[in-house]
């Protein structure tokens, strides 16, 4: 397939790999984060951290939507499924992140809830219009590039009158956390995380452009390549980093232009100005309470915002003690770090929603054998409770 195959060639990604190791300054050390979850999973998967010279340092950021999405904003839509009975609709993943009190949307599903997995925000309205006697609530997570869809869906919904729909918005901006991890006491002021560039993120940069990463080139002296997600975008975008820290540049940089453009996809961006305004501020889960780093519905569509609709009032919940997919998130710790990683949680016994998501930097170091001085642990292990 176009695209894909010629894009994963081992021989070439060898070849970069080679030409790396000739690139780097044998005395310098290289820190990128790479800050989508996709390029996470890629890393893992294809191996690419083997390929790079010892001087190249790959550190996981933020960019898993359901690694982000805090306690408090799951046990709301619990809270709607099983005392409002109304019908919850989510994505797969987002259903076994672990909540308040040892439960998770499909744990309330178990108990009797209404709680159902759809593909698309769309599937969530055409549920309402089937069944026009029960609430449908969609549970709406995700970057910029699944609030589009959540907006088409909101303006449909209002032009069709579908009145027994709304939406529980959860959707976050990116340029948002890439600053706070860039003011953050870790990369500011400790230098416990030193950052000398950023993998920029592909399907968001699609729907964003290129553009709103200048900021952070500029003013913080930080290099950005955007890259696609297969093995040799990754390769190439890490050579393009290491080549702006070797000349001392600092811009944005596209690697990914068969898809990316400095403006961006600017129909998408219309539609969520339309329906979306900016939060003043949402907690992130592992960086905390963010400003401007959310969307919340438009009082011209407040008849289907559900914080409205049935009241709800968000209270922060402390993430498990022991988990530590907060410091996985801002970078400051690798999965291999924490001591539940591989022994108590797994895929199929998660602690935390950075080994749910299959984005996560968990799963995909569980996943892809990212753990061999990890010991396995054959027996059965019983759950924490959280």
């Not at 907690?283 to 008849?303: H, M, T, Y």
Request: proline fraction near 8%.
């Amino acid at each position: 397939m176009k695209y894909i195959s010629e894009f994963r060639d081992g021989e070439l990604a060898r070849q970069m790999a080679e030409a790396l190791a000739r690139e780097v300054e044998p005395d310098r050390r290289y820190n990128f984060m790479e800050f989508c979850g996709g390029h996470t999973h890629a890393i893992s998967r294809y191996g690419i951290a083997e390929l790079l010279p010892p001087q190249v340092r790959m550190i996981h950021g933020p960019g898993c939507p359901v690694c982000v999405l805090p306690i408090g904003r799951v046990d709301q839509a619990i809270q709607l499924a099983l005392e409002q009975e109304v019908i919850l609709c989510t994505y797969g993943d987002v259903m076994r992140v672990p909540a308040s009190q040892g439960l998770s949307l499909m744990k309330a599903k178990a108990r009797g809830a209404d709680v159902r997995m759809v593909y698309s925000a769309a599937d969530a309205l055409k549920l309402a219009q089937e069944n026009p006697l029960r609430e449908v609530v969609f549970l709406a997570i995700g970057f910029e590039t699944t609030t589009p869809p959540t907006a088409l869906v909101i303006r449909e919904a209002a032009r069709t009158q579908t009145r027994n729909f709304s939406v529980l918005a959860n959707h976050v901006l990116t340029p948002a956390a890439v600053a706070h991890i860039l003011n953050s006491p870790e990369v500011a002021q400790w230098g416990t995380v030193p950052l000398d560039g950023f993998v920029g993120p592909a399907h968001v940069s699609i729907v964003i452009g290129s553009a709103p990463y200048v900021p952070f080139a500029l003013g913080y002296r930080k290099p950005v390549v955007i890259a696609g997600f297969e093995p040799l975008d990754v390769m190439q975008a890490i050579r393009m980093l290491v080549a702006q820290v070797n000349e001392g540049r600092a811009e944005v940089e596209n690697e990914f232009t068969r898809a990316v453009t400095p403006e961006g996809n600017q129909a998408a961006q219309a539609v969520v100005a339309e329906v979306f305004e900016h939060r003043e501020s949402f907690e992130w889960r592992g960086l905390g309470v963010v400003p401007d780093s959310a969307l919340r519905i438009r009082p011209a569509f407040a008849a289907f915002d559900a914080e409205l609709k049935f009241g709800l009032v968000y209270t922060p919940v402390p993430d498990h003690k022991q988990c530590e997919c907060g410091a996985i998130l801002r970078g400051v710790k690798r999965p291999t770090d924490c001591k539940l990683f591989g022994t108590v949680c797994t895929p199929e016994n998660p602690m935390g929603s950075c080994m749910v998501s299959s984005e996560g930097a968990c799963a995909a170091h569980y996943s892809y054998g990212r753990f061999r001085d990890i010991p396995v642990v054959v027996e059965t292990v019983a759950p924490i409770p959280s």
